[in-house]
């Protein structure tokens, strides 16, 4: 292989999580030093939690890395933890190999959908965000979360195995084992956070249960190390393939330089295919001879398994702890929970809101998930029954070039490119519909669109994330300024709601950022003349004057106050807010 190396000579394979020994007491345990248990650290630690973070592995490695493409919500949330540069950074392949995401019939074969490569110049495409979607290793993220939370003195510990739970009227007692030394320790700490996978031994030790089907099948998610191919691909080859043939489908996608993901599959659940069969597979998706390595082989479903619930008691799931489903964003979704979840831990810590307000943590997080999870599973068996079909009336070799081949691309083609859609909805319609502590609007939940995976427009309804946007002609987005706190957008001359809103805010000792904008495009979007937003960037009320109660009681509500009290003498409905 070529030792030329366009990360410097770094070491870009191996996260090597800290050697240290845990805290006896914290505010918050993470179980599970994944990607999602490492920016819960990160989010709660900017809210003033304390945290330890726990992994079983004492290493995380690149060539088992799943997910890598990441939207531009989730570049969002990198945005306001401070990582966004770093991991725009920690490259793995160079960046310019992307060129979204191409339909082929393999890497050097022909391209089924025109993708239209990014304009150096700049872009035209219909924006909800102020940032672009970004591809990087999971590998890459944590390399960069390490980083931050070193800075910030988080305590991180590789090696140390949950063993049990045990649940106390003032916090949780988890025992862990040293894996290597058969060292053992007790940790006492407020909550729980399980951010250790779909094996997640926080929720079996919580005794929570998945819904879901299990699959009749399984996939490999194979990565493939190659020579220098550079000769055959060119210097900047697209990094990121689904490719249509009669021997591979699926994603191909560069993972380094060197190193390639591949699916193979699907298999009976009981068959094991050789060695042999899974680099003919993933040279297919090449579409040439080149000399290949199997080095990692990883299994996994298209089928939707969540937990019946995200929160037992002092105990809370996240990630893939809580929600294993059809491959496709899940990493994304995961990211989702933590910051749903880190404004809401923070402000019970912290005593600005009862305990109850955690239920909302499930209320809004799990139907959404399952509204995600069900897509995705139809998407991929709509996507597997047309590649049938494809293979049933047959699919040409990249080399036949005969009119017949070129006509057969052009109507594999014409079925793929009216089947496509870039599933904004999916990306940006994180609705939460079924919520205590959203001030929803009279008839709101009848009267609003459905949820579309494949359709957004921009909504600035309660439940529903807040349009972003520039406030200055220099760059910064409404969402750099509300940052980590409550924000309250103004809309009007009139100050009356805002005053009223900071005076019970300064009570309260409540995090709280007044942003005031003049524009009358603003006005017309967000329909109101004030909008309170949350810290997790959802519109919690919005108005043009106060409803009964003030401004106490819509802060009341949406801080879980009203809910806590209503829970202890009646069922309290999604309609609370109203």
């Known amino acids: 292989m070529s030792d030329y190396s366009p990360t410097g000579g770094r070491d870009v394979h191996t996260v090597y999580f800290p050697a240290a020994t845990p805290p006896a007491e914290i505010d918050v345990l993470i179980v599970g030093a994944g990607p999602v248990g ?75 959908v025109p993708t239209r490569a990014p304009a150096f110049s700049g872009q035209d495409a219909a924006r909800h965000s102020s940032e672009d979607a970004m591809r990087r290793p999971q590998s890459a993220l944590q390399q960069v979360f390490l980083g931050h939370l070193e800075q910030h003195s988080v305590s991180v510990s590789g090696g140390w195995q949950l063993t049990a739970l045990r649940q106390t009227g003032e916090g949780v007692e988890a025992d862990l084992l040293e894996v290597d030394h058969a060292a053992t320790r007790t940790i006492r700490a407020r909550y729980v956070l399980g951010t250790d996978g779909g094996r997640s031994a926080v929720r079996r030790l919580s005794g929570i249960e998945r819904d879901g089907a299990y699959a009749t099948e399984k996939r490999l998610r194979l990565i493939v190390r190659t020579g220098d191919i550079s000769e055959r691909v060119g210097p900047a080859p697209s990094g990121t393939n689904i490719v249509f043939n009669n021997r591979a489908s699926g994603f191909l996608a560069a993972v380094s330089t060197r190193e390639w993901r591949v699916y ?53 799931l996240a990630g893939d702890a809580a929600h294993v489903r059809t491959p496709g964003g899940n990493l994304g979704e995961g990211f989702g929970d933590v910051v749903n979840l880190g404004w809401k831990l923070a402000a019970v810590l912290s005593g600005h809101a009862p305990d109850a307000l955690l239920d909302s943590y499930d209320q809004e997080r799990r139907p959404h998930n399952w509204r995600v999870a069900d897509f995705a599973l139809d998407r991929a068996q709509a996507a597997q029954s047309a590649l049938a079909e494809f293979r049933r009336v047959g699919i040409p070799v990249d080399a036949d070039l005969s009119p017949q081949a070129q006509q057969r691309r052009a109507d594999i083609a ?43 427009d921009d909504d600035p309804r309660p439940g529903h994330r807040a349009p972003d946007g520039l406030v200055d002609p220099y760059g910064g987005t409404l969402y750099d300024r509300i940052g980590a706190n409550f924000g309250l957008l103004v809309l009007s001359p009139d100050r009356d709601v805002e005053a009223a809103f900071l005076a019970e805010a300064a009570e309260r000792g409540l995090p709280f950022t007044v942003v005031h904008l003049i524009g009358p495009e603003v006005r017309a979007l967000y329909g109101a003349d004030t909008v309170l937003i949350r810290p997790d960037q959802h519109v919690a009320w919005r108005g043009d004057q106060l409803p009964t109660g003030g401004a106490n009681a819509v802060l009341d509500l949406v801080l879980g106050v009203r809910y806590a009290a209503h829970a202890a003498t009646s069922p309290v409905t999604q309609s609370a807010g109203a």
């Not at 900017?46 to 690149?62: F, K, M, N, P, S």
């Not at 890598?68 to 392949?93: A, K, N, S, Y």
């Not at 939460?432 to 957004?456: F, H, I, K, M, N």
């Open 414 to 456: 014409a079925e793929l490119g009216a089947a496509r859609f870039d599933a904004a909805g999916v990306t940006f319609d994180e609705r939460y519909d079924a919520s205590t502590v959203l001030w929803y609007e009279d008839g709101q939940l009848e009267s609003e669109p459905g949820w579309c995976p494949d359709r957004y």
């Open 38 to 112: 490492l920016a819960a650290a990160i989010e709660l630690t900017a809210r003033g939690v304390e945290v330890a973070v726990i992994d079983q592995a004492r290493t995380a490695t690149l060539i088992r890395a799943g997910a890598m493409g990441h939207t531009p919500r989730v570049v969002e949330h990198f945005r306001r933890w401070g990582v966004l540069q770093q991991i725009r950074d920690e490259w793995t392949f160079p960046p310019e190999w992307n060129r979204g995401i191409r339909l082929v019939t393999s890497l050097v074969g022909h391209d089924l």
């Open 264 to 316: 193979a599959g699907p298999y009976p659940l009981d068959y094991e295919p050789s060695e042999a069969e899974l680099i003919e597979v993933a040279q297919a998706a090449f579409g040439f001879e080149l000399d290949l390595e199997i080095a990692s082989a990883t299994t996994f479903y298209q089928a939707t398994r969540i937990a019946s619930t995200f929160r037992s008691g002092r105990v809370l």
